[in-house]
């Protein structure tokens, strides 16, 4: 190739730069002599032609022509999650301020950690919804039609406990779900919802933990009760003390 052809070629498919300086046409060993027959980038997409399409609706903001997501489903969706959240942020609130009252302080702070919890996960949902130009949904009327998990609350710690661990399992299944729609076509909405259902889990783990040892203590409570009337009940006591 002539040194005039050459610079030619440089012209019109020289190597664009991108990434802090990384020259991808050659850097990365894809084009030889630098500029000759490189492509403009080791993407499939042709980055001018990203450069020219950005261009149009750029008050669109994050949301590109190339998003290939159904944007309304997907805010539809997100906007599911976010009254779950809402849902679990509340009736969490709901049983800390009950545990209070009957006196089981260390259940109480769990349950107060877990409202400010989900209510930061209400708040990173809503906080995705606005970035693709989404209206997030806090109208009190349409929460429990959109909310994925229930409000219930109990009227001891062990169904509030239930009532919560019921809550996580349902979040933690609709979450997987959500994740799989996402993965093709939205890998930030996808990662958000994963952070938030590996946040869900650990939530499950910790109030199957608490049940775990509440329920323990009620049996206890109950031997104790059943010994000073002098109704032991052979097996609630074995029960209690093997648990
Ligand atoms: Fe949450
Ligand atoms: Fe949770």
Redesign the pocket.
């Known amino acids: 190739m002539s040194n005039a052809q050459s610079e030619k070629n440089k012209e019109q498919t020289g190597p664009i730069t991108l990434f802090h300086g990384t020259n991808l046409g050659t850097d990365l060993g894809t084009g030889g002599e630098a500029g000759e027959s490189a492509p403009a980038s080791v993407f499939l997409t042709n980055i001018a032609e990203i450069r020219n399409r950005v261009r149009q609706n750029i008050m669109s903001g994050a949301v590109t022509p190339d998003y290939k997501g159904d944007l309304k489903l997907t805010i539809a969706i997100l906007n599911e999650a976010l009254a779950t959240e809402i849902v679990?942020t509340l009736r969490?609130r709901n049983h800390f301020h009950l545990a209070e009252g009957i006196e089981a302080q260390s259940v109480a702070q769990e349950f107060l950690e877990?409202s400010n919890?989900?209510l930061n996960?209400a708040e990173l949902i809503a906080k995705r919804i606005r970035e693709l130009n989404g209206e997030p949904d806090y109208n009190p009327a349409n929460l429990l039609s959109r909310s994925h998990s229930e409000y219930q609350t109990g009227a001891t710690l062990t169904e509030m406990l239930q009532e919560d661990l019921i809550?996580?399992r349902i979040?933690i299944e609709s979450y997987r779900e959500i994740v799989r729609y996402f993965a093709p076509h939205d890998p930030t909405s996808r990662r958000m919802m994963e952070d938030i259902l590996a946040?869900?889990e650990e939530?499950?783990e910790e109030i199957q933990t608490l049940l775990s040892q509440t329920s323990w203590k009620s049996k206890e409570h109950l031997r104790q009760s059943f010994e000073e009337s002098g109704e032991i009940d052979e097996s609630e006591s074995t029960e209690g003390r093997s648990a």
């Open positions: 679990c969490y877990h919890e989900e996960h809550a996580e979040a946040r869900e939530h499950a």
